[in-house]
């Protein structure tokens, strides 16, 4: 039993449910207080170094959920298993449990390769991936502002991989998706806060990406969103260390051998 069962179908609240989750949790983050205490970059920096608006960032987001919710509608239509009775028989908790691990270690290895290679082809780096790299000061609202291409290789094709490759159900994946947008949204908000349950289970977090977007690291960290299992096995880790900044806030600043 779900709270919108009887009200929405798995499929729906899983093709609506992460867009909806995104723009609430995003603007959550835009609404903030300054918070100069706890941000790792200044306004200041974030004003002078962004080589993008607002409005456009806004604009490219809602073009890649739209593109989102239509493949996501169609995943959810091909792959529906309902019984005789129309009723799709959900697995044991701890099941979907592991269909979740499952799904976001496909993620994290197909947006790490792909990912990586949009960095080292120089045609898609200059045409594709820097779009994202507009935003030198990442911010909430802008995690997936992207090229219409990244958007569809990188998020919407590993989405749907994740998906096919757990065997999850639309009501599993309700959840999988709004986790993965929430975190993906934590890991471009720019601040440190503390107690962020992202900052405590995963090293891959706010201060890890922000590495990435940093010049010095945009050869390193290419993982994403939750773990950093293939920048440590391959080599493109960069470590960093959080420093208060006399005026406030913190600056992660990577740590070369």
């Keep these: 039993m779900v709270f919108w069962e009887g009200y929405l179908s798995d499929e729906s ?42 409005s456009a960032v806004v604009k490219g987001v809602l073009l890649q959920q739209l593109v989102q919710a239509t493949v996501a509608q169609a995943l959810f239509t091909i792959t529906s298993k309902a ?41 898609l780096y200059r045409h594709v991936h820097s779009q994202h790299h507009k935003l030198v000061v990442p911010y909430a609202i802008g995690a997936l502002y992207n090229h219409p291409l990244e958007g569809l290789l990188l998020d919407t094709f590993g989405g749907a991989l994740s998906f096919l490759i757990s065997g999850m159900t639309a009501r599993t994946a309700v959840i999988f998706f709004c986790f993965a947008v929430m975190k993906t949204v934590d890991d471009h908000c720019g601040l440190w806060l ?60 990577p740590i070369k051998d």
């Design 13 to 54: 609240m899983g093709t609506f449910a992460p867009i909806v989750l995104y723009w609430l949790y995003a603007g959550m983050y835009q609404l903030l207080p300054p918070l100069e205490q706890f941000r790792l970059h200044t306004r200041k920096e974030e004003e002078q170094k962004n080589l993008v608006k607002l």
């Design 83 to 123: 019984s005789s009775s129309g009723v799709i028989m959900q697995p044991s908790i701890p099941v979907q449990l592991l269909q979740i691990l499952v799904a976001m270690l496909v993620m994290d290895t197909w947006q790490y390769f792909v990912h990586r290679y949009m960095h080292q082809n120089m045609f």
């Design 194 to 253: 503390p107690g962020n349950i992202f900052h405590i289970f995963f090293q891959n977090n706010t201060a890890y990406h922000d590495i990435h977007h940093q010049l010095q690291g945009t050869k390193f960290n290419y993982s994403q969103p939750f773990f950093s299992i293939w920048d440590k096995l391959l080599g493109t880790y960069l470590p960093y260390s959080l420093v208060k900044r006399e005026a406030g806030g913190f600056e992660a600043r």
